[in-house]
């Protein structure tokens, strides 16, 4: 079966940790919980640094600081109403897997968090792919009804990988 994540590693130090076991987990437990069948898609991963991450949020959300984690949906499966549901049919793609979109997550901001908060790494690790890979199936948390429905669904894929809830 094909990987769902395209993995890019651009800091090193993420070879020490569990990131593609986790990111193919993330992805997967973002698809079954969001109800979506398929696993014909494919998610970009870039796996770098707080300087990095910092260059991409100032140039994508304006800004001019580093982040834990950024996605970019390659598709609008955005809800049309607040508190609504996201689109759940991805559309085939005759040349192969559907590309949801791109996500960059952040070595230094990554690792302070988890250590702030007294988590392992690899569960901080794995929540925030997930997060992001929500973003990309169309939950958001702009809005208040949104962000619950969000983190509802995050806690219930994160409780059955043996997670507790980050709320």
């Not at 987990?25 to 398929?38: D, M, V």
């Not at 991409?56 to 609008?76: E, I």
């Not at 392992?120 to 794995?126: G, S, V």
Request: proline share 7%; with cysteine.
């Amino acid at each position: 079966m094909p990987e769902l994540v395209d993995l890019v590693i651009e800091d090193p130090r993420w070879n020490k940790t569990a990131l593609p076991a986790l990111a193919e987990q993330a992805a997967e437990l973002a698809l079954r919980h969001a109800g979506i069948a398929t696993r014909d898609v494919e998610i970009a991963l870039l796996a770098c640094d707080d300087a990095r991450i910092a260059t991409l949020n100032s140039a994508f959300r304006g800004k001019d600081n580093a982040t834990n984690v950024l996605s970019w949906p390659a598709l609008d499966l955005f809800p049309d109403r607040p508190g609504g549901a996201p689109v759940r049919a991805i559309p085939d793609d005759p040349t192969g897997a559907v590309a949801l979109g791109d996500i960059a997550i952040a070595f230094e901001t990554v690792m302070a968090e988890a250590e702030s908060a007294g988590i392992p790494a690899d569960h901080h690790i794995l929540h925030l792919i997930l997060h992001a890979c929500l973003h990309l199936l169309g939950y958001d948390h702009q809005i208040d009804t949104d962000a619950e429905i969000m983190e509802n669904l995050e806690v219930r894929a994160l409780a059955s990988a043996g997670i507790g809830s980050p709320y």
